[in-house]
């Protein structure tokens, strides 16, 4: 058997270390750039939604608007139906008696 010396297991220790140490330095690169995507994209996100928040708004009031206006219309033709009809009886009435 081949004897290793102690400075032989060092190096190689430190070999592997410095592998390892340039491997977690690129992993922690890469989840910092990931990340930072992420915020980029979020903030478009919320803008995105702040644009969606003001169409839901304005299609909110333009359809309570829309609803009280047919009401109002349907409101206003039964009451011209009323007084049309209160006219037509009033010239079709029988004469009073005095």
């Known amino acids: 058997m081949v004897d290793i010396t102690r400075?032989?297991?060092d190096a190689k220790i430190e070999t592997k270390f410095?592998?390892?140490?340039?491997?977690?330095?690129?992993?922690?690169?890469?989840?910092?750039?990931?990340?930072?995507?992420q915020r980029e994209d979020?903030?478009?996100?919320?803008?995105?939604?702040q644009g969606m928040k003001t169409t839901i708004l304005v299609t909110v009031v333009g359809?309570?608007?829309?609803?009280?206006g047919i009401m109002l219309a349907?409101?206003?033709?039964l009451l011209s139906a009323f007084q049309a009809g209160i006219a037509a009886s009033a010239i079709h009435a029988p004469p009073s008696r005095l």
Not at 18 to 37: C, K, N, P, Y
Not at 42 to 49: S, Y
């Open 74 to 77: 349907g409101q206003s033709n």
């Open 63 to 68: 359809s309570v608007l829309a609803v009280l």
């Open 18 to 37: 410095v592998g390892l140490a340039g491997q977690i330095e690129m992993l922690t690169a890469e989840m910092r750039s990931e990340f930072r995507h």
């Open 42 to 49: 979020t903030a478009l996100l919320r803008a995105e939604m």
């Open 7 to 9: 400075e032989e297991i």
